[in-house]
């Protein structure tokens, strides 16, 4: 199983980008988004599991959704700021979870990751 992301960029802060993950030729039942800066641990973004649920620095900027019909889920950044900054990763499992899975073992697949730059 592979996860591809896509969608990373250089953007001037309050700007927009949309980010992809295809699942190779399946679905999953819960997709998480994780970042990473440099010198920092890889820290949540945002899940969907049946329910959504984001980190409060991303709440209100960022939505995620899914399309299951192509495998993909997606992650709609807004009003970026520079603190964003960081190498976004997508993660799948088959797990259910009844409250958010935030953490980086609650995920079994992981993307390559895409780098979001914003400059200020």
């Known amino acids: 199983v592979q996860l591809q992301a896509s969608g990373g960029g250089l953007v001037q802060a309050g700007g927009s980008l949309r980010l992809s993950c295809v699942a190779s030729?399946?679905?999953?039942?819960?997709y998480g988004w994780f970042r990473q800066a440099p010198g920092k641990e890889r820290e949540f973004v945002a899940a969907?599991?049946?329910?959504?649920a984001y980190a409060d620095s991303v709440k209100g900027r960022f939505t995620i959704s899914r399309d299951n019909a192509k495998n993909t889920v997606y992650l709609q950044v807004n009003s970026l700021k520079p603190e964003d900054t960081a190498v976004y990763y997508c993660?799948?499992?088959?797990?259910?979870?009844?409250?958010?899975?935030?953490?980086?073992?609650?995920?079994?697949?992981w993307g390559q990751g895409t780098q979001v730059t914003v400059s200020s």
């Open positions: 993660a799948a499992t088959d797990r259910r979870y009844g409250t958010k899975p935030d953490r980086p073992t609650d995920y079994d697949y």
């Open positions: 969907i599991f049946g329910s959504i």
């Open positions: 030729g399946r679905t999953f039942v819960t």
